[in-house]
């Protein structure tokens, strides 16, 4: 096994803390941004939905065909597209712009996130996989704590497209570092389109992925409207509904690291079981709000925590399960990340529209109830997991 560079971890984080930010940062900036392209919240918070039916379209075709090409190559020239793709957010004068910059950053996201992710893998023995992809992915948590707020600050105080400038701003040393730290030439086995149509044929396999989406549409029934719940039931403005979102961000820096110490000592299956109980028993009370401030804050920190706590898990059960398909595996799950977050918010503004933002804790509670039968029945179908090669 070729020794990983010693920055190479650190790198693939500060890089997907990039991803993070430029994926999430609408959720923060819904209101300003609809306000000034003359959209409601649940019109802007579709353009989280077309990234994520972009990306999870776009991400595995793209990892199929770069399959020969060098990681280095790849992961830079998803970031390059990703950068693209801020500036024309940042100087989008409509809507329709605006979307088609969203589908271009989730073409380089979906480059980069998953070949991050497989070499990563590729480069540490079994045992240590787990905490591995859980610090390759802490960039993400870290998203949440200091990116989402941070936009939704900048968006409410500035303007919304300051956000995307500051994205463009992150990008660039991204690029470099990626450039400097990952070594030319690295190549695992090579994979095709060939080898996606192997594993699209593998409904066991698929099936194990999908769990990724269930999981996660139910958060994001939620999360895509955290912003304007917390306005109307808790009355709060730019600095109240930001303070939430770092809360929120922390808990899920919190979780993200204990998922791999978790997973690595209790496995992956009573890990995500633990995790969708939890979930279960705290998104019916946001539909009670108002709370007081105490208490709204810690119950968004331990809904955080589980609720970001279970890519380790799921990676790892994937891996396990691909040996050496890993790389498309975990494409077809960054993908199903995206279709989650589609699903849900699109499921987010039914009800929104219908039932109102009381709603939303109720309905995320009767989608994490699906992903928790989800669960049982994918791991009772999924032969036992075995360490890829």
């Not at 095709?192 to 269930?214: K, P, Q, Y």
Request: proline share 5%; with cysteine.
């Amino acid at each position: 096994m070729q020794a990983p560079p010693k920055m190479l971890i650190p790198v693939l984080t500060l890089s997907n803390f990039l991803i993070g930010v430029g994926a999430f940062i609408i959720i923060g900036m819904l209101e300003p941004l609809g306000t000034d392209l003359k959209v409601t919240p649940a019109h802007a918070g579709q353009l989280l939905t077309v990234y994520a039916l972009a990306y999870s379209v776009l991400s595995p075709v793209l990892v199929a065909v770069t399959g020969r090409i060098g990681r280095r190559r790849v992961m830079a020239l998803g970031l390059v597209m990703f950068a693209l793709a801020a500036l024309l957010s940042a100087l989008s004068p409509s809507m329709l712009v605006l979307n088609a910059a969203r589908v271009l950053a989730a073409a380089g996201a979906g480059l980069f996130t998953p070949v991050a992710a497989a070499t990563a893998a590729a480069l540490f023995p079994p045992e240590q996989r787990a905490r591995v992809l859980a610090m390759v992915f802490f960039g993400f948590s870290v998203a949440q704590v200091l990116g989402v707020p941070a936009g939704s600050y900048i968006a409410y105080t500035f303007g919304w497209r300051w956000g995307f400038w500051c994205v463009v701003a992150l990008a660039l040393p991204c690029i470099v570092m990626i450039w400097r730290h990952v070594p030319a030439g690295l190549k695992f086995q090579p994979i095709t389109l060939g080898d996606l149509g192997e594993v699209l044929r593998n409904l066991r396999m698929i099936f194990a992925v999908l769990f990724t989406s269930t999981f996660l549409g139910a958060t994001y029934i939620l999360y895509t409207y955290m912003a304007p719940l917390l306005s109307d039931t808790m009355g709060y403005g730019r600095d109240g509904v930001t303070l939430v979102l770092a809360v929120s961000g922390v808990g899920a820096v919190i979780g993200n690291l204990a998922s791999g110490i978790l997973t690595d000592r209790l496995g992956w299956k009573r890990t995500l079981v633990a995790l969708c109980l939890c979930q279960i028993v705290l998104l019916p009370v946001y539909s009670l709000l108002p709370l007081s401030d105490i208490m709204l804050m810690g119950l968004t920190t331990v809904w955080a925590m589980s609720g970001w706590a279970f890519m380790a898990a799921q990676q790892t059960r994937l891996i396990g399960l691909a040996g050496s398909q890993a790389t498309v595996v975990l494409a077809l799950n960054a993908a199903a990340i995206y279709v989650g977050a589609a699903v849900g918010s699109a499921i987010g503004g039914w009800v929104l529209l219908h039932a109102g933002l009381s709603a939303l804790g109720f309905a995320a509670t009767i989608g994490m109830t699906a992903a928790l039968a989800h669960l049982l029945l994918s791991a009772r179908m999924s032969p036992s997991a075995a360490p890829a090669p």
